[in-house]
């Protein structure tokens, strides 16, 4: 059970302020803390030991109303806030002819007072306004909505601005962080999750929310949901088993073997207990394992239809495209480009 396993928690806080767009806020808030238990949940294999914990902070303890009308509580102040690992500005509402100079000055203090005890800073498009109004982004390079590029020239001429980056590391470590238009918060939420939890958890956050290019469809996304529960033991036997000898030949009928029920009646009872007849059971097994094999490793993708249980890397390619719609190099080219800037994995523990 995951509630009886010790993690590191990394903490985040997202400022709020009357002008923050509730869509990023709210949006990197259910990524943030859904990393790690939502994937348990979908497909009952454990994800690492790094959970993240965001927290709204604003100036005001009590309920606000921020863009559009939308309603906050936040879940602390700047004046009694703790320290965080991350400190994110996400985008805002920003009217024409709005002068930003002065405009937050309790917002960007409590920044840049994060940011000197060690934070990673980082804002989603026009948010990089605050960060520039807190100091932070001086003499560095910076990125934000192609918008407001002539407002971050003409009043923070001291900005280095990039806006034709997506998503712009700069500083010492890498500790500030600025994301472009405000979509391109799902860039920033994945490179965080990399960085903090490694890659293998972006890649999970990515399939979990569908983040990322969704012009193949769903079905690159999608995993192995979690077997439904049953009390047939001598299925759940051969549940085990399969999992630690998927890739032998005939598996269905070693399967059935290991069962001692004859094979008519095996298959009639593994498909009342799990919801999957055996021969897909086996063959969503070993396309999962291929994905990670593409996912983490440079084998040759024969390679890894051997190690997965085909013979013939033909037939392992149709499947594979059958199962997950598109092909074996393409899945490997989608997911190892999830993240790629990060830097191994940091924290305060």
């Not at 010492?172 to 391109?184: C, F, K, P, V, Y």
């Not at 999962?288 to 490793?297: M, S, Y």
């Not at 033909?314 to 993240?339: D, E, M, N, V």
Request: charged share 20%; net charge neutral; with cysteine.
């Amino acid at each position: 059970m995951t509630e009886n396993r010790c993690y590191r928690t990394v903490a985040l806080g997202l400022v709020a302020v009357p002008e923050t767009a509730p869509a990023t806020l709210y949006s990197l808030f259910e990524v943030f803390a859904s990393v790690g238990t939502t994937w348990e949940e979908l497909t009952g294999k454990p994800a690492g030991e790094v959970r993240m914990r965001p927290a709204i902070v604003a100036e005001q303890g009590q309920l606000m109303r921020c863009g559009l009308g939308a309603p906050v509580l936040p879940d602390a102040t700047f004046d009694c806030a703790p320290a965080f690992d991350v400190v994110l500005v996400p985008d805002m509402l920003v009217e024409p002819g709005m002068d930003p100079r002065g405009k937050w000055p309790a917002a960007a203090e409590w920044v840049r007072t994060q940011y000197l005890g060690g934070a990673i800073v980082g804002s989603v498009c026009t948010g990089g306004l605050l960060l520039a109004e807190a100091g932070v982004l001086n003499d560095l390079e910076a990125t934000s909505h192609w918008g407001v590029v002539p407002l971050f020239r003409q009043l923070y001429p001291r900005v280095r601005l990039e806006p034709e980056k997506v998503l712009a590391l700069t500083g010492a470590e890498h500790r500030i962080i600025t994301a472009g238009g405000a979509a391109s918060w799902v860039e920033l939420a994945l490179y965080l999750i990399a960085r903090f939890c490694g890659q293998e958890e972006a890649v999970r956050s990515s399939k979990v929310f569908l983040l990322g290019d969704r012009s193949e469809g769903q079905l690159p996304f999608a995993a192995m949901i979690r077997p439904r529960g049953h009390t047939d033991a001598i299925i759940d036997r051969c549940q085990v088993w399969i999992a630690e000898h998927y890739e032998v030949p005939n598996p269905v009928a070693r399967m059935a073997d290991h069962s001692g029920l004859t094979p008519r009646t095996f298959k009639r009872r593994f498909q009342a207990a799990t919801g999957y007849t055996p021969i897909e059971y086996v063959q969503t097994l070993r396309i999962e394992e291929a994905k990670q094999l593409l996912e983490a490793t440079d084998l040759q993708t024969d390679q890894i239809s051997t190690e997965v249980g085909y013979d013939d890397p033909a037939s392992f390619r149709r499947l594979f495209k059958r199962i997950t719609g598109i092909t074996p190099a393409r899945y490997r080219q989608r997911f190892r480009s999830i993240a790629p800037q990060q830097n191994k994995t940091l924290g305060k523990g």
